[in-house]
């Protein structure tokens, strides 16, 4: 907090935000002389709760904050060796399968992350959280 007031954030409000599975997170604001009345907080409360449901509609994330996998694991695995620089012969020997599957593996990827590349693909697949 004291680094929050080196910035001007001296007041704060908080609001857990709770599914049926339990604490999921949080959502936090700050100010220099925010406005906590009693009706503010019931505002702020409900926009946290829909910009968390949005914030989690837009990464990927089902209702009980679980990730929602686009990949399938064969992809994710193509992918994850795509990023660390193995070309498709590489990855076809580490993965025990023919070069063509490795490459089909991959366009089915671009095709669902809607990368034009291989690279874009393994970034899209990075920034997503699948691999």
Same mark, same amino acid.
């Given at each position: ?18 599914? $049926?599975? !339990?604490?999921?997170?949080? &959502?936090?604001?700050?100010? #220099? /002389?925010?406005? +906590?009345?009693?009706? *503010? ?21 089902? $209702?009980? !904050?679980?990730?929602?996998? &686009?990949?399938?694991?064969? #992809? /994710?695995?193509? +992918?994850?060796?795509? *990023? ?48």
């Amino acid at each position: 907090m004291a680094v929050a007031r080196d910035f001007g954030l001296n007041k704060g409000f908080l609001v857990p935000i709770v599914r $049926s599975t !339990g604490f999921q997170a949080c &959502v936090t604001m700050a100010g #220099e /002389r925010p406005d +906590l009345e009693p009706r *503010a907080k019931q505002a702020l409360h409900l926009v946290s709760m829909y910009a968390h449901a949005r914030c989690a509609a837009l990464m990927g994330c089902e $209702s009980d !904050g679980q990730r929602r996998r &686009v990949l399938s694991e064969r #992809e /994710r695995d193509v +992918l994850a060796w795509a *990023a660390e620089g193995k070309s498709s012969w590489e990855i076809a020997t580490i993965l025990g399968v023919s070069e063509r599957t490795v490459n089909w593996h991959v366009e089915q990827s671009k095709r669902k992350l809607d990368a034009v590349t291989r690279t874009q693909a393994v970034i899209k697949a990075l920034r997503s959280g699948e691999i």
